[in-house]
Nanobody, 120 residues
């Protein structure tokens, strides 16, 4: 079973940028579509972005489109989320997971997540 570890979160001012990483162990990610999700306090976990196994296609939630970029390096077994123009409403714990490319739903286990806080 693939084990996922998210990193790169932190405290950033509104308008700032962060890059999150998701590294896998136990299985190569190169055959799987991957996605990022987030969960704010008191809210349900929501989809953020997904990338096809080959990296040639991506999909974003409307709330982050144009500000976030998902990418992957299959040689490093790592998926990234570059976040720019961050807003306070982006504050959440961010998780990565394998996703079903048909509907971008989570498929399998979650990592521990990484906290992103956008505040002045």
């Amino acid at each position: 079973q693939v084990q996922l570890v998210e990193s790169g979160g932190g405290l950033v001012q509104p308008g700032g940028s962060l890059r999150l990483s998701c590294t896998a162990s136990g299985r190569t990610l190169s055959s799987y579509a991957m996605g990022w999700f987030r969960q704010a306090p008191g809210k349900v976990r929501e989809f953020v972005a997904a990338i096809r196994y080959s990296g040639d296609s991506t999909y974003y939630a409307n709330s982050v489109k144009g500000r976030f970029t998902i990418s992957r390096d299959n040689a490093k077994n790592t998926v990234y989320l570059q976040m720019s123009s961050l807003k306070p409403e982006d504050t959440a714990v961010y998780y990565c997971s394998v996703v079903n490319w048909r509907d971008y739903s989570n498929y399998g286990s979650w990592g521990q997540g990484t906290q992103v806080t956008v505040s002045s």
